[in-house]
């Protein structure tokens, strides 16, 4: 298969700078700075202009449907945020499969389908307009002035979404002169072995690379394989739409030498939170998209959360009028806090961010306790192939087994003081192994069930 270097960044024929600039190049840069412009400025600026985009928000639906404005009012008037009532995923389907999108304003553009990727368990259509689109996509641009890339220097994505390209290891995105960015070699995900990916990051030694979690993944295993050399000169792993583990940053950074940048964003209102970019420790908070998102937490009767304490991530989309997500429960678990506990910033931030929502263990004194258990932290104790725990009272969890060999006393005490390390010391562990685990049918498989509190 042939490597293709990119071809040098092309003079626009319309160039004719200083006399004109392209619109949509004089736009993205103007939303990149003013993005960047509010995150740094003090609360109250980007406040201001949070509580002026909700209202528009609010009084455009209001007017907007029926159905909506009935669903808004349902506790009563639409003036406080913590108010509305919260938006699970499936009404918020309900309400687009019977109301489509809502009739959006000339300054919007048109609305289009738009649909989550699947990982959620539960597939959703909806709409997206072409105004809120930009701001994704200039969201997305912030990041690279945020984390200190330099676009003109070789990068590289692998994507899901990258059309077929038989025969060619990668094709182009296009660069733009204009925003001083060079072509972008992209390569489809799933065309290609882990091996191979590993060998061509190799050939191509780009700065940085965007890369989903997984796959990231399988490439540092062909690289401890032997499978291929680690390209040298990779600073940045840009990664999205899965939970980073702190082991995958630790062997990013062992086997490539470069740190992991990730975003968390949803296909429903793009980003929700960037990595800190000033922490590049195993476990990095991540700032608010504050010019994109409100985000909240809640308990499970839908009560606002002290700072600090995890629970359901609610997001309100600023910018989505197409299919408004208004404190819309992604079924994440996180803890908030008003400023950043790595680097001061005065933004709102996550900590905790465990992906989609597995059940919460509680403990004795009636606290949500997120579990999070890695690979690594089974396989190290036990042949584990599959695991569940059900916290059946206050103190004891059956912990369910599926293994790859019978369960002796040495196992089932190093389990047990795995778990009691890693999760809590107060609960007594019921170990079992099991044939096969009663997944319930049709459901995401939900590693961690409380039926107790
Ligand atoms: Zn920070």
Redesign the pocket.
């Known amino acids: 298969m042939e490597f293709a270097p990119a071809p040098p960044l092309e003079t626009p024929a319309s160039w004719q700078w200083p006399a004109r600039v392209d619109g949509l190049d004089a736009q993205r840069i103007a939303d990149v700075g003013l993005i960047l412009t509010l995150e740094r400025a003090p609360p109250a600026v980007w406040q201001a202009f949070q509580t002026k985009s909700l209202q528009r928000l609010l009084a455009f639906v209001v007017q907007a449907s029926p159905a909506w404005r009935d669903r808004l009012r349902r506790n009563g008037p639409v003036s406080r945020q913590t108010q509305l009532p919260i938006l699970e995923r499936a009404e918020f389907r309900r309400l687009v499969e019977s109301h489509g999108a809502l009739p959006l304003p000339a300054a919007h553009g048109d609305a289009l389908p738009h649909s989550t990727s699947g990982s959620t368990g539960m597939p959703v259509r909806f709409f997206v307009s072409q105004h809120s689109l930009r701001v994704v996509r200039n969201h997305f641009h912030a990041g690279h002035p945020r984390h200190g890339r330099d676009l003109m220097r070789t990068r590289a994505a692998l994507g899901s979404r990258t059309d077929p390209h038989p025969g060619l290891e990668h094709v182009f995105a296009r660069g733009n002169p204009w925003l001083g960015e060079s072509h972008l070699y992209t390569r489809r995900n799933t065309d290609f072995s882990m091996a191979e990916h590993a060998q061509w990051l190799a050939r191509l030694a780009p700065a940085w690379l965007a890369v989903n979690p997984t796959v990231l993944s399988g490439m540092l295993e062909a690289y401890e394989a032997g499978d291929a050399t680690p390209p040298s000169g990779l600073e940045q792993v840009i990664t999205f739409g899965g939970t980073i583990e702190a082991r995958l940053r630790q062997r990013t950074r062992q086997v490539l030498g470069a740190s992991i940048r990730d975003r968390y964003s949803c296909e429903e209102i793009g980003p929700v939170a960037w990595q ?1 970019p ?2 590049r420790g195993d476990d990095p ?1 991540y ?1 608010v998209a504050v010019t994109n998102t409100i985000v909240e937490t809640v308990d499970d009767a839908g009560q606002a959360l002290p700072q600090g304490e995890t629970g359901r991530v609610l997001v309100t989309g600023l910018h989505h009028w197409a299919s408004p997500a208004i404190r819309y429960d992604l079924g994440d678990v996180a803890a908030l806090h008003p400023r ?1 506990p ?2 001061g ?1 005065g933004l709102p ?1 996550l900590t905790q961010l465990l992906g989609r929502r597995r059940g919460l263990l509680r403990t004795p004194s009636g606290r949500g306790l997120f579990v999070r258990l890695t690979a690594s932290d089974w396989l190290d104790v036990a042949p584990v192939r599959e695991f569940r725990l059900v916290q059946q009272a206050h103190d004891r969890i059956r912990v369910e087994l599926v293994l790859a060999m019978p369960l002796s006393d040495a196992m089932r005490e190093a389990v047990a003081a795995m778990l009691s390390q890693r999760i809590s010391p107060e609960f007594s562990w019921e170990i079992v192994a099991l044939e096969r685990i009663a997944w319930p049918p049709g459901e995401k498989r939900q590693d961690i069930v409380c039926e107790f509190g």
């Open positions: 800190c000033n922490d908070p700032h950043c790595a680097c910033a931030t």
